[in-house]
């Protein structure tokens, strides 16, 4: 029993069973567990889970013209959050090599080694079969087909090929950010429709924008790890022409719910009015580096998950609404 007890100090890095069998020189204590729980939080990216959630569980309310039932809006916060943090276990493991170049990402675990490759993929590949087969049992096929392929789309072809490669990676990767919208609605429906075509573009829309101001402050990051995002390789002033027209097509799309789904004439002024607002603001940073000020990009980028927060919220509401109107 005492030869057991000597060879059961652990290091994070061998409770990972990765990258080293250096010598067993920490006990498994309470704070090395903490340590080594939030490494794999930090994995899954938490903040980004948010903020697909932000629009998928909006979206049950109006596919369900009301509240969704307890068990849809489970699987979609359980099984949605899983395989967005699949997704981001996934891109973690891809990324580790520029990770490490990067001042924003330099402590992320596998950059940190806190968490080996081998245990990334395999954390991630779990989460992700749990999600998937989340949503195959308690859903239907349609649900659990687009998971599968919003987890695959984003590791294999955004992370693997299209950021490397492409200017336009932002805006073909955001297919796989605004697939959780078409997910949770055919969790409740079991099909696609028109409206869910247009919440999709929205948030397909609303991506450019959104990342690019982060992309435009730490340019020298993306640069220094040869990662040609659009502020990289163009001028300020194209990224955010493009930003606006961008900006526009994801307001116009806003709008167009309003006649297609069953909402009131609160959403449609909501719709319009966090919509002028935010083309206020992009129009107005855009001026600012046509004459060479601080464009002050990250009050575009908070702006931007506001913008998004309010406008599903208000989806949600005024379904809720609806549904009360005799």
């Known amino acids: ?38 490494a794999y939080l930090s994995l899954c990216k938490p903040r980004i889970v948010e903020l697909l959630l932000v629009s998928a569980v909006p979206t049950l309310f109006v596919v369900s013209r009301g509240l969704p039932s307890l068990s849809d809006l489970l699987v979609v916060v359980v099984g949605g959050a899983g395989a967005a943090a699949s997704a981001g276990a996934f891109n973690c493991f891809i990324d580790r090599d520029i990770d490490q170049l990067m001042e924003r ?10 968490v080996g490759p081998r245990a990334a993929l395999i954390f991630g590949t779990c989460l992700g079969a749990v999600s998937v087969g989340l949503f195959l049992v308690l859903s239907n096929v349609l649900a659990a087909a687009l998971t599968l392929c919003a987890i695959g789309y984003y590791a294999l072809v955004y992370s693997l090929l299209l950021k490397r490669r492409t200017p336009q990676s932002t805006l073909w990767g955001g297919l796989c950010g605004s697939a959780p919208v078409l997910i949770a609605w055919a969790t409740v429906a079991g099909s696609l429709s028109w409206t869910a075509l247009c919440l999709f573009l929205i948030v397909f829309f609303w991506q450019p924008p959104h990342f690019w ?27 955010l022409a493009e930003s606006i027209v961008h900006s526009w097509l994801m307001v116009l799309s806003s709008v167009a719910v309003w006649p297609l789904a069953p909402t009131t004439p609160i959403y449609g002024v909501l719709s319009i009015a966090l919509g002028g607002t935010f083309l206020v603001k992009v129009h107005s940073i855009h001026r600012a580096v046509r004459r060479d000020l601080d464009p002050q990009t990250m009050a575009l980028f908070h702006g931007s998950i506001a913008y998004l927060t309010l406008l599903f919220a208000a989806l949600a509401v005024d379904a809720v609404l609806h549904s009360c109107t005799p």
């Open 105 to 114: 990402t330099r402590n992320r675990p596998l950059a940190r080694h806190q």
């Open 1 to 38: 029993m005492s030869t057991l007890n000597s060879e059961t100090r652990l290091t994070i890095t061998d409770v990972n069973d990765i990258a080293t069998s250096g010598p067993l020189d920490a006990p498994l204590t309470r704070s090395s567990l903490r340590d080594i729980a939030g």
């Open 213 to 239: 101001a982060l992309a435009m402050k730490y340019k020298d990051d993306y640069a220094r790890a040869n990662i040609p995002v659009l502020p990289v390789v163009a001028s300020s002033r194209r990224v």
